[in-house]
């Protein structure tokens, strides 16, 4: 087993593996780390690696290191030579030349048959450039983030993120069985996307869109199969096509410390708009809440809840006993059965 790992920090010299070192390993080479240090991808080939992780932290800030990142057809042409990895860990190691050089050409995807585990740190619009060149198995862990340099997210660019990783959600919950997870959870300073279930594969990303020490209120819709996990966001949910058409519960997350409970709003009147479209099989509403005074307006309340005609039960799952007498009037008169649950922390 030949390994090869090299480090520096980010105001030092741009660092390169002199190419005779890698050209002499390059049968032999199974495991390959370079933490900001670089090679020239145009000329290797490794057909035995098994492991390979590129780390640049904060390097593509640099004209130098932008330089020598490579673009991601040039990487898809490397990887198309390792039929046997099965790791592939990648932090801001594709050049942002790529979005000029890549975005109008029509992809062949590239095949990764062994790969297991794939890990990406990267600007959200390179991110999905490198997923529609890659044809990554079904069965593997994939692990995504992506941050934002502004506060506010490019909905567009993570849409197209998310619909590109719909292909590997959608096989997740074919072979998931008896139930499938799935989360989209849009907090102010964070967007995350986890799926999982019985089957081998998994699929978790997170999209930072601002600093954190802001904190992260909920503004979540949870929907799971049949139990609770997934989460949406009323801006991402309005515009991706995924079909749920197994689900059988949804979990409206209307519960937290948020001063904008008709944010949280929003987002219960989006998913149930889109309900019928999207989850024809849906039985049961959760809702869960802190105070009565989360709950949306009534009138329309019951009007989009009498569109999603599927639902045979309401389950109200508030904090406090003394609640619910309000929630309770509230809910009056409402078509399905409603249900109350006392949940604690």
Known sequence: ?????????????????????????????????????????????????????????????????????????????????????????????????????????????????????????????????????????????????????????????????????????????????????????????????????????????AFDVGDSWYGRRDCTACTSFPSPMQTISSSVFGRMNLKLRKAHTVTINLAGHSHAPETRCEVLFALLERGPQVMPLLETLVIRIDWVNEMPDRELFRVRLDELSSVKTIEVHAYDADDLEEVEEFMDGVRPEVRYVIWKD
């Open 1 to 205: 087993m030949t390994e090869w790992w090299g480090s520096r920090h980010y105001w030092q010299p741009v660092a390169l593996v002199p190419h005779a070192w890698l050209c002499n390993a390059q049968d032999s080479m199974l495991h390959l780390s370079l933490d900001s240090v670089h090679c020239d991808w145009g000329r290797l080939r490794f057909p035995a690696m098994v492991s390979l992780k590129l780390s640049y932290l904060g390097s593509t800030e640099r004209r130098a290191d932008i330089k020598h990142l490579p673009t991601v057809s040039m990487l898809a042409s490397a990887l198309a030579t390792m039929p046997n990895l099965r790791i592939l860990h990648l932090r801001n190691a594709i050049s942002p030349r790529s979005l000029s050089k890549d975005s109008t050409s029509l992809s062949i995807r590239t095949p990764l048959p062994s790969l297991s585990t794939l890990k990406i740190y990267m600007d959200v619009k390179l991110c999905t450039l490198l997923l529609r060149h890659l044809a990554v198995p079904h069965e593997a862990e994939i692990d995504i983030s992506s941050p934002y340099k502004n506060n506010e997210p490019d909905i567009r660019s993570l849409t197209a993120q998310l619909d590109e990783m719909q292909d590997h959600l959608v096989a997740i919950q074919a072979h998931a069985a008896p139930a499938f997870h799935l989360m989209v959870a849009y907090k102010d300073y964070d967007v995350v996307v986890r799926a999982s279930g019985p089957a081998a594969g998994s699929f978790q990303g």
